[in-house]
């Protein structure tokens, strides 16, 4: 049954939830935040054909677990793919006030990430590529601004040019992914499927939390 609710900006004033055994167990708060959602119930915001419907369809889903805002995280593509869904991310925000709120931005999980096997992940190893302050110029251009985190791997960090400091410098949050000692504001701490959690993983997180 829909409950209906009555309140201002201090607190709840009325509720249609009757007092029962179920009642006890019902929460009102906030909403949660993501700052990463590559994707949820078969939808992926890397895929080909991401278009509104879709998304609205992901964000529903999400806001039936209570998460209310998130980032929309794009992974290693081709240049024109992330290009093209960044549009896609861009058109269905402003066509749905709904889909503005929810996306709050955008987290580019790569295409500057490690090479390596195990930090690399899932991301495909032909179109991961060099730090390229123009690329994500273009990115960002393509996203009008909602590129809000991006993920970069420490190694790419040993450019001629600083990608972090130029990153930095454009209002965008830095990721690190297993990256000891990496310039970042977030870290995004990966286990390798099947990779238990051991004493060495342990002191490596704080390590990236130091």
Not at 8 to 25: E, G, K, P, W, Y
Not at 34 to 56: H, P, T
Not at 72 to 81: F, G, K, L, Q, S
Request: with cysteine.
């Amino acid at each position: 049954m829909p409950l209906k609710y009555r309140w201002n900006t201090a607190s709840l004033l009325q509720s249609s939830l009757r007092r029962s055994r179920a009642a006890a167990f019902l929460v009102i708060a906030r909403g949660f935040i993501d700052i990463q959602v590559n994707g949820y119930k078969g939808i992926d915001y890397s895929d080909d054909g991401l278009d509104a419907a879709k998304m609205l369809q992901l964000v529903r889903h999400l806001a039936a677990g209570g998460t209310t805002q998130h980032l929309a995280t794009i992974v290693t593509r081709p240049h024109e793919h992330m290009v093209r869904n960044l549009m896609a991310i861009v058109r269905a925000r402003q066509e749905s006030a709904f889909l503005r709120f929810a996306i709050s931005g955008v987290h580019l999980e790569g295409p500057w990430i490690s090479l390596e096997d195990g930090p690399r992940g899932a991301h495909d190893p032909r179109y991961i590529r060099t730090p390229d302050f123009e690329e994500f110029q273009k990115l960002q251009d393509a996203a009008q601004g909602l590129i809000k985190i991006v993920t970069l791997a420490q190694a790419l960090k040993l450019c001629t040019v600083n990608p972090a400091r130029l990153l930095a410098k454009a209002g965008v949050k830095l990721a690190g992914k297993l990256a000891v000692g990496a310039p970042a504001d977030i870290v995004l701490f990966y286990f390798d499927g099947g990779q238990r959690l051991s004493v060495r993983s342990t002191l490596l997180y704080g390590e990236l939390m130091a």
